[in-house]
């Protein structure tokens, strides 16, 4: 007999938010749930999902794999981001600024879920605009997609990390 080994999961994830949405057919209205969900290894990766279904945990399940699918490495350095850098999803501007240690994550949820999934530990926030939890997630990844690494950066200028780099100590 064989049994199926339950696998480590290697990814946190949070649940942002879960909606019940309906789509109106002859007969009257069929409901499903709609759900919002980041993963993160903790160590610089991170996702956004959108899944749907008939209930919430099969919806938080697509989500979840959704989101496994879509996930970007980001440029962290002494457990913040490298620069500050602004990120745009219809209505709503997110505004990331790297924080000194001990500050922590200053954000509001769904930036914040986000933050911390991705292992950042300092980080200031700013939304702009519309604050709905699906446009501030993917304007938040748009930008951390448009971080740049320092060192790379400072390879391609042809200077020294530490002109690029704002913060007294750079990790080698």
């Known amino acids: 007999m064989r049994f199926k080994q339950k696998k480590e999961k290697e990814f946190q994830e949070k649940v ?11 007969g009257g209205k069929r409901f499903r749930f709609s759900a919002l969900v980041v993963v993160g290894d903790g160590k610089g990766r991170s996702g956004i999902g959108l899944g749907t279904a008939v209930q919430t945990p099969q919806a938080i399940r697509k989500a979840a794999a959704a989101a496994e699918k879509n996930l970007y490495k980001l440029p962290l350095v002494n457990g913040t981001i490298a620069h500050e850098v602004k990120g745009k999803m219809g209505a709503s501007t997110v505004h990331l600024i790297p924080a000194p240690a001990g500050t922590g994550v200053i954000a509001g949820a769904t930036v914040r879920a986000l933050c911390e999934v991705a292992g950042i530990k300092n980080i200031y926030t700013k939304i702009r605009g519309a604050a709905t939890p699906l446009n501030a997630a993917k304007a938040t990844m748009n930008g951390f997609k448009s971080l740049r690494d320092p060192k790379k950066l400072a390879a391609l200028r042809g200077v020294d990390v530490s002109s690029i780099w704002f913060m007294k100590e750079m990790p080698e």
């Open 16 to 26: 942002i938010q879960i909606r019940r949405v309906s789509k109106t057919v002859a």
